[in-house]
């Protein structure tokens, strides 16, 4: 009779799961259309989505199932100092929102940028193409591995809930996510980034909440993981300096990684960044607390690694659900998690094809001579499905933990782009030059801080990164000068004001 029951609990999240799935593929479907048209409209949706969608698309493809997964086990190993992490982030990215995002708009929406290379070429007046060269580059060597993180999170999620093998479940989250974004392109991204920042806001509410009353109340709670470790899992200081200041550097990355910068250029004419700013701080806040507490309710469950499957504490959040939720509740947990990984790798997936359809054949090879849209479309997914095989095998051969592969390529991106972008927006005296020399010591900083061990145990290695790619674009920036100063002061003004030419209104 046990037996019988929990087979038909299982059937029962399968199926919540399952219509979830279709639900997503119904709306790449549906997009399918719109997207098709043309890669402005595959790319960035045209550049009509409304407050809501890019608040919480910008939100939930920057979080992906690094909070989920990663965080909820760092809360399970650290306690309360876990929330330093999630602080970085936040106020770096209400930041993003009330000042840097409209910048960004009004500048692509004047120079029909689509894509981040876009961006820096049109800002820098780069005819040869060293700038573009140079981002594309960096681009794709970090979203290669970042894709490959949400698919070695899809597998584990399976293997957890499910109890299906880590393979099968690295190659069906491919194969749904492939499906998915090659169908719909960004419209079907964003509206389904919508709809899953509300099921992961949902499931990690209810989760911790229902746990904790599973406990015998927020008492026994507080008592339980008071007890553990003498207390240390509620001090928020039990860090060291170094790791806060890493961890609050987490946030460094948000205003380089092209997959959030796109959300901004997205936004329709009009649109207001102060209500984004303020929907996307408050989903944020909540997603943050949520997972801390469950990585807290976890570890009063789950004492011991062991009592996990696999012995692996990023399988925490689908095991905890599995306990303490009904099937039909266990299965939107499921859903949750896929909505971080989907939300993510579509992104991710879109920015890296458009680096190479838009910013290496149509404005490189191509230049100057006629593409059709259609083709450029087809182009675009055909690069993604490339990219999807280059990922599955980095996930599948390196078998890395998702928390370290995303740290990784979110700094790599935040180091090359956030210094660089922000100067671009921000400082007039910005060059080409001071761009390629600052984007290139970001990126190649944290790949030789990460493999120092000395260096990586001392601080996350996103902050010297920014910080010297900083230092670089600025030097560099003074000692070659732009060519045309009276160019960028054009440049700014565009940036302060919309103006009736904007092309995307056309």
């Not at 961890?247 to 649109?271: D, E, K, Q, T």
């Not at 359809?357 to 006629?370: A, C």
Request: hydrophobic fraction near 55%; charge should be neutral.
């Amino acid at each position: 009779m046990e037996h019988s029951t929990e087979l038909t609990l299982s059937y029962q999240a399968l199926a919540t799961f399952v219509f979830y799935i279709l639900l997503m593929l119904g709306i790449g479907v549906i997009a399918s259309r719109f997207s098709s048209k043309g890669i402005s409209n595959f790319f960035i949706g045209g550049r009509k989505m409304s407050g809501l969608v890019v608040a919480m698309s910008a939100v939930v493809s920057g979080r992906s199932a690094w909070l989920l997964l990663g965080f909820t086990g760092m809360a399970w190993h650290m306690g309360l100092s876990a929330l330093w992490a999630a602080v970085g982030y936040i106020v770096v990215e209400l930041f993003l929102f009330l000042f840097y995002a409209s910048r960004l708009r009004r500048f692509s929406g004047r120079y029909d940028c689509i894509t981040l290379p876009d961006f820096f070429s049109e800002r820098f007046h780069d005819p040869k193409g060293y700038v573009r060269l140079v981002v594309v580059s960096i681009i794709l060597v970090f979203m290669v591995a970042y894709v490959s993180a949400q698919f070695v999170a899809g597998g584990k999620a399976f293997s957890a809930s499910f109890g299906l093998d880590y393979t099968w479940g690295l190659i069906i989250t491919t194969v749904i996510i492939l499906l998915y974004v090659v169908l719909g392109g960004f419209l079907a991204v964003s509206l389904s980034d919508t709809i899953q920042a509300f099921i992961i806001v949902l499931a990690l509410i209810v989760l911790p909440v229902k746990s904790i009353i599973d406990l015998g109340g927020w008492s026994s709670f507080v008592s339980v993981v008071a007890a553990v470790d003498d207390g240390v899992l509620f001090n928020p200081m039990a860090l060291s300096a170094g790791m806060m200041i890493g961890f609050l550097g987490i946030g460094l990355g948000s205003p380089g990684n092209p997959h959030v910068i796109a959300r901004y250029m997205s936004l329709r004419r009009g649109g207001s960044f102060g209500s984004v700013a303020l929907m996307g701080t408050v989903a944020n806040v909540l997603m943050a607390v949520g997972a801390l507490f469950i990585g807290l309710a976890g570890r009063a469950y789950f004492p011991s690694v062991a009592g996990l499957p696999a012995g692996d504490v990023e399988n925490l959040y689908p095991t905890l659900a599995w306990y303490h939720l009904h099937p039909i509740l266990f299965g939107l947990v499921v859903a949750s998690v896929f909505s971080a990984i989907m939300s993510t790798a579509d992104s991710q997936l879109l920015v890296a094809a458009s680096s190479v359809v838009r910013d290496i054949y149509e404005k490189l090879i191509k230049k100057g001579e006629p593409v059709s849209q259609k083709r450029l479309v087809w182009l675009s997914r055909m690069v993604i499905l490339v990219i999807v095989i280059l990922s599955v095998v980095l996930g599948w051969v390196a078998g890395q933990l998702v928390f370290w592969l995303v740290l990784f390529a979110w700094a790599g991106l935040g180091a090359a782009f956030g210094p660089t972008t922000i100067l671009a927006l921000f400082w007039r005296k910005t060059s080409r030059a001071g761009v390629i020399a600052g984007a290139i010591t970001g990126a190649a900083t944290v790949i030789i801080w990460n493999q120092v061990p000395v260096l990586s145990e001392f601080i996350y290695e996103l902050v010297p990164a920014f910080a010297l790619a900083t230092l670089v674009t600025v030097v560099v920036s003074l000692l070659a000068p732009s060519e045309n100063p009276a160019r960028a002061e054009e440049m700014f003004r565009i940036m302060s004001c919309y103006e009736e030419s904007d092309p995307s209104e056309e």
